[in-house]
């Protein structure tokens, strides 16, 4: 069964530095990657998604995504963080080998943003 | 811009009830998704539905049902609720076509059983 995995509960950063949340996948067949967004009291916004184009994906907000297949990674970056990019971020994946699509998340990772 | 709405945002019932979930989609999606989402365990799956009527297990089904009588609305039932029930809980919806498909969330349902 496919599994994501997110090092760190918490990334804390400083205003202006570089954010850097991590996403490894298990499959042995490249899926297609999401990243999630949660503000507080919101639903998931979905900020970009690798489905086998680029292996280099950009967002909204300012984020990307590098997919490598050699280290099963799909890292989400961002060059300066902003007090508002503070939220709860998710990576998930989904099977290209169903057709129908069911999502497995990650445990999440809690961005804090310092001043 | 999609629009998943979810009835309620925040809900409190007493153990034993049986409580509604209520979730409409206005992007004539195919799938739609019921997740609850808890500390340190993410998003699971409980329940999803790829056309009206059907149904299919997802996760951590037990315990709930659903029903989806009509395209844009599809309902989250717990028979009978459990203190181990209290949780967010968030419907989503998609096109169908594949995985690459994006799932639109919902503002989620803060449900407290006591």
């Known amino acids: 069964a496919q599994s994501v995995t997110q090092l760190g509960s918490h990334v804390s950063v400083s205003e202006g530095a570089l954010v850097l949340l991590r996403c490894n996948y298990s499959?042995?067949?490249?899926?297609?990657l999401f990243w999630y967004v949660q503000y507080p009291n919101q639903g998931l916004q979905l900020l970009l998604k690798?489905?086998?184009?680029?292996?280099l994906v950009k967002g909204i907000n300012g984020f990307e995504a590098e997919f490598k297949k050699s280290e099963t990674s799909f890292h989400l970056t961002k060059p300066s963080a902003h007090m508002s990019d503070a939220a709860e971020y998710f990576c998930?994946?989904?099977?290209?080998?169903?057709?129908?699509?069911?999502?497995?998340f990650g445990t999440g990772t809690r961005l804090l943003v310092s001043p | 811009d999609v629009k998943v709405t979810q009835s309620s945002r925040y809900l409190v019932k007493r153990t034993g009830e049986k409580v509604f979930l209520e979730c409409v989609q206005d992007?004539?999606?195919?799938?739609m998704f019921w997740y609850r989402q808890d500390p340190g365990l993410g998003l699971r799956l409980i329940y999803f539905?790829?056309?009206?009527?059907?149904?299919e297990k997802g996760d951590i089904p037990e315990g709930y049902s659903v029903s989806r009588e009509k395209k844009e609305r599809f309902s989250l039932i717990l028979e009978s609720a459990s203190t181990n029930q209290t949780s967010m809980y968030l419907c989503a919806s998609s096109f169908s076509g594949g995985g690459n498909q994006p799932q639109h969330f919902g503002d989620g349902t803060r449900l407290s059983i006591l």
């Open positions: 499959s042995s067949v490249p899926p297609y």
């Open positions: 992007m004539d999606h195919e799938n």
């Open positions: 998930a994946v989904s099977d290209k080998n169903t057709g129908f699509q069911k999502l497995v």
């Open positions: 690798y489905t086998s184009a680029a292996t």
């Open positions: 539905s790829y056309d009206v009527k059907m149904k």
